[in-house]
């Protein structure tokens, strides 16, 4: 909860793998065998960032994090409300097999992205002075961080893409 406006929000990896998988694994939605291959081992083999939660937690870089296990955008509205601050998102790291899966039945690969869940990637707020010092913590770590906006004054998260605003609800 200490996400502070003009920090850097970030997340340690794409979304959107699990949206698609439990459409296939729930709704019996159909996918090409390497798809559906491809997408069920994020639901069965799922991969915890455990050690880039650690050491950007042992760092000092962060000004709050959480995992998105419940969903992004449920994780990044807890973020923000726990802050007392907004979130104004700029992008959203969709993998490419969810945009595949959404291309082949018509729906929303932000939706997958942001309300899949069961991701366990890690959202991030790190303040601008110390983004390059937690890229390279999460970097020796065997991770990555991706920018995907800022923290402002008010309340809620907003996502601007393709020159939309759009307010995503904080479910997961």
């Known amino acids: 909860g200490g996400a502070r406006p003009g920090d850097i929000v970030a997340v340690t ?18 996918a090409p065998e390497p798809l559906r291959r491809a997408l069920c081992r994020r639901v069965f083999s799922p991969l915890a960032r455990l050690r880039e939660g650690v050491a ?11 995992d998105s296990s419940d969903g992004l955008a449920f994780t990044l509205h807890s973020l923000a409300k726990s802050s007392g601050c907004g979130f104004e998102l700029t992008s959203l790291p969709i993998s490419g097999h969810a ?3 959404a291309r ?4 929303s690969a932000e939706d997958l992205a942001l309300r899949g869940g069961e ?3 890690l959202a991030v707020t790190v303040p601008p002075e110390r983004w390059g010092d937690a890229m390279e913590v999460a970097a020796a770590a065997g991770g990555s ?10 309340s809620g998260v907003r996502l ?13």
Do not use: K, N, Q
């Not at 794409?14 to 296939?24: H, K, N, Q, W």
């Not at 082949?104 to 729906?107: D, G, M, N």
């Not at 961080?145 to 008010?154: C, D, F, H, Q, W």
């Open 13 to 30: 990896g794409e979304f959107g793998s699990t949206g698609a998988a439990y459409r296939i694994l729930l709704e019996g939605m159909p």
């Open 56 to 66: 950007l937690a042992e760092s000092g870089c962060l000004s709050s994090s959480m």
């Open 99 to 101: 945009l595949e899966f």
């Open 104 to 107: 082949l039945h018509s729906i």
């Open 119 to 121: 991701e366990y990637e």
């Open 145 to 154: 961080l991706i920018r995907i906006g800022t923290a402002v004054e008010g």
């Open 160 to 172: 601007t893409s393709g020159g939309v605003r759009d307010h995503p609800p904080g479910r997961g």
